[in-house]
């Protein structure tokens, strides 16, 4: 028996989209191999003993309440989780799988703490989810590998809020503006008039202290999994292309068309022949090397007519039961208890070596 936790909710703006993933990931996970301990993140940040079911029903679940826990960040007692007013051990487990989506859970935060202790985690290390969840510095270490990436502006709040006409000219309409640490869409707006771009700048930096502003790249919206073996080996999977994200009520993959619309439905694989799809798969690998990811990440591109461009790294994927990053695997020939099965051998594997 391998004994994990599986760890869900937390302080960032996809607490919801966390606890959906999780749900599913403890659905997945082979019963008869698998002692699941189950620990949820209110959106304070306090740390309770989670259920089995995080979503039970609702269209975007909540933690709540439970009681109190502390997780050890000491190797002595690596793996240990205890009753925040007792102190009395509730688990101990042999793994974690962080199933935390963006801020402080994405970030390199949460990862640094599980490094103190030397407990096993599934997912990147601290620079890679760091580098990851920051799209300015993902373009920047991507680029330096030679994989084009969207033409932007850099905005810092207190700095400088605003596009000079010169720079409207070259980013031409319509951009997309976005929080540089964001997730699931979230604070991201699709301008098409420039009327409208201290509003969307506004909305952005209400999530972030830095936003870009992008010229829209036109094509073909397209994901690849990139997953780490135990052995150390690094394969990629089949692409998916999202279909019906432009004639979405938002006319991009938004929160709403992401997660509430029935709208977006993907070709996996994506019809495209073998040397386009080999070349998105070693474009992804290259960039989950370049950003020194480990274990997983889900590399999204968009196909323009002049070739794959990289728009972000997600070293978090979503698991939900429709989310990409599980169904680009399934049609590589990788089932869902397979994928997580071997996403915790090779952080077991990991701390082995
Ligand atoms: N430069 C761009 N050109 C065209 N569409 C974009 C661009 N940047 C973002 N988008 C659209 O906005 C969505 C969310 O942006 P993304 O950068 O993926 O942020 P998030 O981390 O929130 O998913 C993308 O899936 C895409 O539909
Ligand atoms: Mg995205």
Excluded at 41 to 67: K, N, Q
Aim: aromatic share 8%; hydrophobic share 40%.
């Amino acid at each position: 028996m391998i004994r994990i936790a599986v760890i869900y909710g937390g302080q960032s703006t996809e607490h919801s989209i966390s606890c959906i993933s999780a749900g599913a990931i403890m659905a997945h996970l082979p019963a008869e191999e698998y002692e699941v301990y189950p620990v949820g993140i209110t959106r304070d940040g306090t740390w309770v003993e989670g259920t089995f079911d995080p979503v039970a029903g609702e269209a975007l679940p909540e933690v709540s309440s439970g009681r109190a826990l502390r997780v050890s960040t000491s190797p002595a007692t690596r793996g240990q989780f205890t009753d925040a007013a007792t102190g009395e051990v509730t688990a101990t487990v042999d793994v974690i799988f962080p199933v935390l989506h963006g801020k402080y859970g994405e970030d390199g935060t949460i990862q640094g703490l599980f490094e103190l202790s030397g407990i096993p985690y599934v997912g990147p290390g601290v620079l890679a989810s760091a580098c990851g969840m920051d799209k300015e510095f993902t373009k920047k270490v991507v680029a330096a590998e030679g994989i084009p990436v969207a033409d932007g502006i850099l905005l810092r709040s207190g700095e400088r809020t605003d596009l000079t006409a010169e720079e409207r000219d070259r980013l031409g309409l319509p951009v997309f503006v976005k929080p540089c640490n964001g997730g699931s869409s979230i604070g991201v707006s699709k301008v098409d008039d420039w009327a409208e771009l201290p509003a969307a700048i506004e909305l952005a930096f209400a999530n972030d202290t830095k936003v870009l502003v992008e010229g829209a790249l036109v094509g073909d919206e397209v994901e690849v999994g990139v997953l780490e073996y135990p052995d150390g080996r690094i394969a990629a999977s089949v692409a998916a292309k999202l279909n019906g994200t432009d004639d979405s009520a938002e006319g991009f993959y938004g929160f709403e068309t992401k997660y509430l619309e029935d709208h977006v439905t993907a070709t996996i694989p994506a019809p495209y022949d073998a040397a386009a799809t080999g070349l998105l798969q070693r474009m992804a690998v290259t960039a989950f090397r370049a950003l020194n990811c480990k274990s997983l990440a889900r590399v999204d591109f968009f196909v323009t007519d002049r070739g794959p461009v990289l728009n972000e790294v997600n070293t978090m994927p979503g698991f939900t039961p429709i989310s990409m990053y599980p169904q680009v695997w399934q049609a590589s020939g990788l089932a869902y208890p397979e994928l997580l099965d071997v996403l915790v051998r090779t952080a077991l594997a990991r701390t082995a070596r």
